[in-house]
Nanobody, 119 residues
Framework: QVQLVESGGGSVQVGGSLRLSCAAS????????MGWYRQAPGKERELVAA???????NYRGSMKDRFTISRNNPKNEVYLQMTNLQPEDSAIYYC?????????????WGQGTQVTVSS
């Protein structure tokens, strides 16, 4: 079993920054993809970014312009640095792990952390 615990969410004003962290514990494969998804009220959960153990990344659309995903393999942690946040970035952000490739979703999810961006 794998547990994912997120931290770092909160409320910021437009243009602000936040750094999300996710720590994985349990029996996670060392080569598992880790990533971040988000879900806004009334919308489907969508990929924000994912990263392989080798550091290859995949971002949704133009998010790469403002968001940076990174990973610490020995610690089994993944991070999401978000800059120039906009109101449309407001959502619950979920850590995901376990996929075998950047094209898939893993089976493991964190409990989510709220990000609220206000103008």
């Amino acid at each position: 079993q794998v547990q994912l615990v997120e931290s770092g969410g909160g409320s910021v004003q437009v243009g602000g920054s936040l750094r999300l962290s996710c720590a994985a514990s349990g029996d996670l494969r060392s080569n598992a993809v880790m990533g971040w998804y988000r879900q806004a009220p009334g919308k489907e959960r969508e990929l924000v970014a994912a990263i392989t153990s080798g550091g290859t990344t995949n971002y949704r659309g133009s998010m790469k312009d403002r968001f940076t995903i990174s990973r610490n393999n020995p610690k089994n942690e993944v991070y999401l640095q978000m800059t120039n946040l906009q109101p449309e970035d407001s959502a619950i952000y979920y850590c995901n792990a376990g996929a075998r490739s950047l094209a898939g979703r893993g089976n493991y999810w964190g409990q989510g952390t709220q990000v609220t961006v206000s103008s």
